[in-house]
């Protein structure tokens, strides 16, 4: 049996930029990042049962896609520049472009990228534990996915 591919997320990058033209600007990458989740699509239903269905069962069809929501969690920093990006973004109702860079070895990166909204700004203040922060992402539209270069 070969010896497995896996590898950890480690060096994981999100960036988050009000201009698709800034996304690769070192100003929008988040700082301290511990959890990403990627878009994840799943498409939506409509009954197409009709009165001579087979059986009688419902029959359904495939319709629009929804690539979902997220939670991007960091270490929140007071007054650091993703803790001001982040509420900046949650506050705003216009949308955003994303970048994952998710690492393949050897210095290479998988780019993920597209629109979100940022529904959500959630900090949290524990008396014992790291102080976190969590945006709460909604992907709109159509992403790409290629080698980062």
């Given at each position: 049996?070969?010896?497995s591919a896996a590898k950890t997320g480690f060096g994981s990058k999100f960036?988050?930029?009000?201009?698709?033209?800034?996304?690769?600007?070192?100003?929008?990458?988040?700082?301290?990042?511990?959890?990403?989740?990627?878009?994840?699509?799943?498409?939506?239903?409509?009954?197409?049962?009709?009165?001579?269905?087979?059986?009688?069962?419902?029959?359904?069809?495939?319709?629009?896609?929804?690539?979902?929501?997220?939670?991007?969690?960091?270490?929140?920093?007071?007054?650091?520049?993703?803790?001001?990006?982040?509420?900046?973004?949650?506050?705003?109702?216009?949308s955003y472009t994303y970048a994952f860079l998710i690492p393949k070895g050897?210095?290479?990166?998988?780019?993920?990228?597209?629109?979100?909204?940022?529904?959500?700004?959630?900090?949290?203040?524990?008396?014992e534990d790291r102080m976190v922060a969590t945006a709460n992402i909604k992907?709109?539209?159509?992403?790409?996915?290629?080698?980062?270069?």
């Amino acid at each position: 049996m070969p010896k497995s591919a896996a590898k950890t997320g480690f060096g994981s990058k999100f960036f988050l930029a009000a201009d698709v033209a800034n996304i690769d600007q070192a100003a929008s990458q988040w700082g301290e990042v511990i959890s990403l989740k990627p878009p994840s699509d799943t498409y939506d239903t409509a009954e197409a049962t009709h009165f001579e269905s087979p059986g009688r069962y419902r029959e359904w069809i495939k319709t629009l896609i929804d690539a979902g929501e997220a939670d991007i969690q960091v270490n929140l920093v007071p007054g650091s520049a993703t803790h001001l990006a982040m509420m900046a973004a949650a506050q705003d109702e216009e949308s955003y472009t994303y970048a994952f860079l998710i690492p393949k070895g050897a210095g290479a990166f998988w780019k993920i990228q597209g629109d979100c909204l940022v529904l959500g700004f959630d900090p949290e203040i524990p008396l014992e534990d790291r102080m976190v922060a969590t945006a709460n992402i909604k992907f709109t539209g159509a992403r790409t996915e290629a080698d980062a270069v």
